[in-house]
């Protein structure tokens, strides 16, 4: 079993900056891929970005290349996501992910996303 605890949500204006972290721990095998998945109000999930934990390969949604970056801390046990440049349409309930598989792991579904955490809020006004 893997357990994904998310910190760092909160609410910026357009233009600002938030950093997401991830606390991972369990079955490393079940976490070979740590990512995030949004979902907005009336909205769809959405893969954000992911980091496969062999070798920090990244993989981004075209909508936030350029504006978030996704890291991991191996001594921490934790995943971030720096956000920057965040604008209204990044609002949404952010959730860590985890799967065996990268980049599947934010796919959203039980296909690639085998665990998730709590969720944290993200709000950006403009």
């Known amino acids: 079993q893997v357990q994904l605890v998310e910190s760092g949500g909160g609410s910026v204006q357009a233009g600002g900056s938030l950093r997401l972290s991830c606390a991972v721990s369990g079955d490393t095998n079940g976490r070979n891929c740590v990512g995030w998945i949004r979902q907005a109000p009336g909205k769809g999930r959405e893969g954000v970005a992911a980091?496969?934990?062999?070798?920090?390969?990244?993989h981004y949604v075209d909508s936030v290349k350029g504006r978030f970056t996704i890291s991991q801390d191996n001594a921490k046990n934790t995943v971030y996501l720096e956000m920057n440049t965040l604008k209204p349409e990044d609002t949404a309930m952010y959730y860590c992910?985890?799967?065996?598989?990268?980049?599947?792991?934010?796919?959203?579904?039980?296909?690639?996303?085998?665990?998730w955490g709590q969720g944290t809020q993200v709000t950006v006004s403009s």
């Open positions: 992910a985890a799967g065996p598989a990268f980049p599947l792991c934010i796919l959203g579904t039980s296909a690639g996303t085998r665990h």
């Open positions: 980091i496969y934990a062999g070798d920090g390969t990244t």
